[in-house]
């Protein structure tokens, strides 16, 4: 969503969102979109979210993910004044590099760890699957979202899923193709008749390995995107009898949203690991969201409908 539409809707002045409309219902607003989905009060808890409550106030707040003791992905968020008792969520808005995380910690062969630090000081560590289970029971209690002011995020080349050169995988030039040619010399002496071959596999990168890397220059790529708008909080602020048709009204209630969305910056390097930054921006304004609740003697249709 582009962000001019969501400020036509969130920026209303008070008096602006609260006027009401005597003719037919005017079709949703450019910005309905992100009202598409239950407020907060209705919200639908996400079993796989990694949220953290944070303790103590700090500037900044990192997640250091290590894979087996290897360093994975590390984020930082730099934090407002009020960040104290407030959740923040490890990976937010990157559900596929989160869903990448979470299935490697499936495996009895990995062990997953979370270390927590505050300002450079850590805090607390835990394994993935306590910080999961802590997100959980979370979500089953009221909780406050904080603003995250920016952040930054670094991606090893595994978290990055940086491609690796197979010994299939067609035709490879210079240095590689001679290691290849020496792949297929191995399974059809040592290995005949094998359709895999682990020591004909290790040969071919060991071979790899001592060819020189291809022409690269950092950063390899840089791109950039915006993150869909995500409602971080709703104030309710009334009810009111509206027009739901011509000759049908339900129970309406007048609520304060908060959308936060994040800018990213994401640049990938030439040995395969990638990191991204990123900002948030909030916006907030009234809308109106139907309770399903009928009711009479409403004269007017709401302005600024979120479902």
């Known amino acids: 969503m582009k962000a001019p539409a969501l400020l036509t809707c969130l920026f209303l002045t008070a008096s ?40 103590s106030a700090g500037h900044e707040l990192e997640f250091d993910v290590r894979v087996n003791g290897q360093s994975y992905l590390d984020e930082k968020m730099t934090l407002p ?5 407030a959740t923040f969520e490890l990976l937010a808005g990157d559900t596929a590099h989160r869903d990448r995380l979470l299935k490697l910690a499936e495996s009895w062969r990995n062990r997953v ?33 904080g603003q995250v002011i920016k ?16 010994p299939l995988s067609g035709l490879l030039k210079d240095c590689t193709s001679n290691c290849q040619s020496q792949f297929y010399s191995c399974m059809s002496s040592v290995c005949a008749g094998q359709e895999e071959c682990d020591y004909c596999n ?23 995107y915006d993150s869909p708008g995500t409602i971080t909080s709703v104030t309710w602020a009334g009810t009111s009898c509206l027009l739901d048709a ?34 948030s921006t909030y916006s907030s304004g009234y809308c109106w969201h139907p309770t399903h609740i009928s009711c009479s003697s409403a004269s007017y249709y709401p302005i600024n409908v979120c479902y």
């Open 16 to 55: 602006a969102a609260l006027a009401l409309s005597t003719g037919p219902k005017a079709p949703p607003s450019p910005a309905s979109e992100i009202f598409g989905q239950p407020l907060s009060s209705q919200r639908q808890s996400d079993d796989r979210a990694l949220y953290y409550l944070l303790g």
């Open 81 to 85: 004044a009020d960040a104290a008792g």
């Open 113 to 145: 760890s979370v270390a927590v630090k505050v300002d450079g000081r850590a805090v607390r560590e835990l394994s993935l699957g306590e910080l999961l289970a802590s997100s959980r029971d979370l979500q089953r209690l009221p909780f406050r979202l």
């Open 151 to 166: 952040g930054t995020r670094w991606f090893s080349p595994e978290a990055s899923e940086a491609p690796r050169r197979s």
């Open 202 to 224: 290790q040969e071919f990168a060991a071979c790899d390995a001592n060819c020189p890397p291809p022409t690269c220059t950092d950063p390899k790529s840089v791109s950039y």
């Open 246 to 279: 011509p000759s049908l009204a339900e129970y309406y209630d007048h609520d304060y949203v908060t959308v936060r969305v994040d800018h990213y910056t994401v640049t990938t390097y030439c040995d395969g690991h990638s990191s991204s930054t990123y900002y």
